[in-house]
């Protein structure tokens, strides 16, 4: 499949990871749009928001009970943004579900 987060997933592509388990990855995002900006996918493809479901759900649970550790072994203590961008409206670009953690600085008070 050609799919740049599965690649990531399977060291087809390198990144810098910053935390793994075996439902979850959390990378560096590449172009980062806030002094921190991780991406936290699920390891299984899941095309996006749209595409979750019973048969699928356990992925996004496993997703959310990383984000804390994840934003801790960050040291987001003061708080962050989480954010997942759902199609052409959403702006996603990358069709495997995925949520940007932003934080390490003030963040706008304006989403969108
Ligand atoms: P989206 O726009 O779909 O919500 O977010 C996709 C994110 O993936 C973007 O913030 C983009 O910078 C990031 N991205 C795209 N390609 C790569 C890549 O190859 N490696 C990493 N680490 N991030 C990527
Ligand atoms: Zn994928």
């Known amino acids: 499949m050609d799919c740049i987060f599965c690649m990531i997933r399977d060291g ?3 990144s810098s ?6 439902k979850v990855l959390a990378f560096k995002d590449l172009h980062p749009q806030a002094k921190v900006h991780v991406l936290v996918i699920p390891k299984t493809h899941i095309a996006s928001c749209d595409e ?24 987001l203590d003061k708080g962050y943004r989480v954010v997942t961008n759902c ?3 959403g ?4 069709k ?3 949520f940007h953690i932003l934080g390490g600085e003030q963040l706008a008070d304006k989403m969108s």
């Not at 990871?17 to 075996?22: G, L, R």
């Open 12 to 14: 087809k592509i390198p």
């Open 17 to 22: 990871k910053v935390f793994e388990n075996d």
């Open 87 to 89: 199609g052409e409206h």
């Open 52 to 75: 979750i479901s019973p048969l699928n759900s356990d992925c996004v649970k496993a997703v959310f009970e990383a984000i804390p550790e994840v934003a801790a072994g960050l040291g």
């Open 96 to 98: 495997h579900l995925h």
């Open 91 to 94: 702006c996603q670009s990358v």
